[in-house]
């Protein structure tokens, strides 16, 4: 019997975390370069009228030129309406001895964050998430995938 009270714990605290995935996607950059004038554009629906937490993640190789990364991102809606803009850094190497942050090994690595809470999103509508690089190279080597997660609250 206390074994099945314990499955049962386990199973409700498992399912109250489970956020439900609304869109994953991933552009892969041609020869690891992602150039200052391309915007990367993902096209998302929702289902439901939700809350979301909105990630994006990173993928880079140690032939990347700087410790930080700068990106900039905005959030449409399906009227072309603002509904979020921001500019982001994410700390690609350690300032001090220059290791990698991120998972990975060898030369690939890969950064994940959680940039932004959107309360709520609408129900069947459309929207566009716009990410650029914000730094100053108009050729920033080392950026191999930008990957999106939009998942509910």
Same mark, same amino acid.
């Given at each position: 019997?206390?074994?099945?009270? /314990?499955?049962?714990?386990?199973?409700?605290?498992?399912?109250?975390?489970?956020? #439900?995935?609304?869109?994953?996607?991933?552009?892969?950059? @041609?020869?690891?370069?992602?150039?200052?004038?391309?915007?990367? /554009?993902?096209?998302?629906?929702?289902?439901?009228?939700?809350?979301?937490?909105?990630?994006?993640?990173?993928?880079?190789?140690?032939?990347?030129?700087?410790?930080?990364?700068?990106?900039?991102?905005?959030?449409?809606?399906?009227?072309?309406?603002?509904?979020?803009?921001?500019?982001?850094?994410?700390? +690609?190497?350690?300032?001090?001895?220059?290791?990698?942050?991120?998972?990975?090994?060898?030369?690939?690595?890969?950064?994940?964050?959680?940039?932004?809470?959107?309360?709520?999103?609408?129900?069947?509508?459309?929207?566009?998430? +716009?990410?650029?690089?914000?730094?100053?190279? @108009? #050729? +920033?080597?080392?950026?191999?995938?930008?990957?999106?997660?939009?998942?509910?609250?």
């Amino acid at each position: 019997m206390k074994n099945i009270i /314990v499955i049962i714990f386990i199973s409700l605290v498992s399912l109250s975390c489970y956020k #439900e995935n609304i869109y994953t996607n991933y552009y892969s950059f @041609k020869d690891q370069i992602w150039y200052s004038d391309s915007s990367i /554009v993902f096209n998302f629906n929702s289902n439901e009228s939700t809350n979301i937490n909105l990630n994006l993640g990173i993928s880079y190789t140690n032939d990347y030129p700087y410790q930080n990364f700068y990106t900039s991102y905005s959030l449409l809606d399906s009227s072309k309406n603002i509904i979020k803009s921001e500019m982001l850094e994410f700390q +690609l190497f350690e300032k001090k001895y220059g290791y990698p942050i991120g998972s990975g090994i060898f030369k690939n690595f890969f950064l994940d964050s959680l940039i932004a809470n959107i309360d709520p999103i609408n129900k069947n509508s459309e929207y566009i998430l +716009l990410v650029k690089h914000s730094m100053r190279d @108009k #050729e +920033l080597i080392g950026i191999s995938r930008l990957a999106v997660d939009v998942t509910s609250k």
